[in-house]
Each structure stands twice: as structure tokens, then as C-alpha cells.
């Protein structure tokens, strides 16, 4: 399983990383401090969406109350399920957890920026 690097806070002249293993930091944002990448929340987020379709997911964005998405296998297809009522952050948690599940994911060549959030090392 990999390690969602959420994002980093700088207090002073120390940079903390925050790892999340499962659920956000409540108001901690991805963007800036990852060695020269500087990515936004949503642009994350289209990335993440591209990695799970070449992987073969089909990614429903679909308003479900803020019950949560996830992922299923249904008509021979891998699904993933992002709740619109959640924000930017949330789905790109949600899209990552499933994905880090997958062992496809390490045999892949990533976009540094989600590499490095997720904790996956470079394809040989």
C-alpha cells in the first residue's frame, strides 16, 4: 500500500510532511514544495483520473450525498465511484486509495508530482 503525502506545512524554517495512511488532514491542501512541482488540487485530480483509465477503470464523478465512492467490479469492468459532494481534495483521496491498492500502479511509469504523493518509487 502506498502513502498518501497530502501536503506539507512550513512552520518557520521546518517543512513537516504530513502522510496520510487512510483518511485527509482536514484543510491541508496539495500544491507547491515538491521539488519544483508546483500542481494544484484539481490538476491532481485529472491526472489521478488518467492514470485509473489507462489502468482500465471507468472513473463516474456522480452527486452521491456525501456517501462516500469507491470502487467495484461490475460487467467484467473496474469501476471507481467519486462522490461530487466531496471537494477536489477528497476525490483525489478516494481515486488514491484505490489505486494504491492495485499492484498495476507499480508497474507504471507516474507523473512525478503523484509519485511522490503516493510514495511509489520510479519503474526500473
Not at 477503470?57 to 467484467?76: D, H, P, T
Not at 471537494?87 to 507504471?108: H, M, S, T, W
Request: proline share 3%.
Amino acid at each position: 500500500m502506498c502513502n498518501l503525502i497530502i501536503g506539507e506545512a512550513i512552520l518557520g524554517t521546518q517543512i513537516d510532511q504530513a502522510i496520510i495512511l487512510g483518511n485527509l488532514a482536514v484543510g491541508v491542501e496539495i500544491a507547491g514544495y515538491f521539488e519544483g512541482f508546483e500542481m494544484y488540487t484539481v490538476e491532481l485530480l485529472h491526472q489521478a483520473i488518467e492514470i485509473a483509465g489507462s489502468l482500465g477503470y471507468e472513473v463516474r464523478e456522480e452527486w452521491l450525498g456525501s456517501a462516500g465512492g469507491g470502487s467495484c467490479e461490475y460487467g467484467g469492468k473496474k469501476w471507481i465511484f467519486l462522490d461530487l459532494a466531496y471537494n477536489p481534495v477528497e476525490q483525489f483521496e478516494q481515486i488514491g486509495e484505490v489505486l494504491c491498492q492495485d499492484p498495476a500502479i507499480y508497474l507504471i511509469e507516474l507523473p512525478d508530482p503523484l509519485r511522490k504523493l503516493w510514495g511509489i518509487g520510479k519503474v526500473a
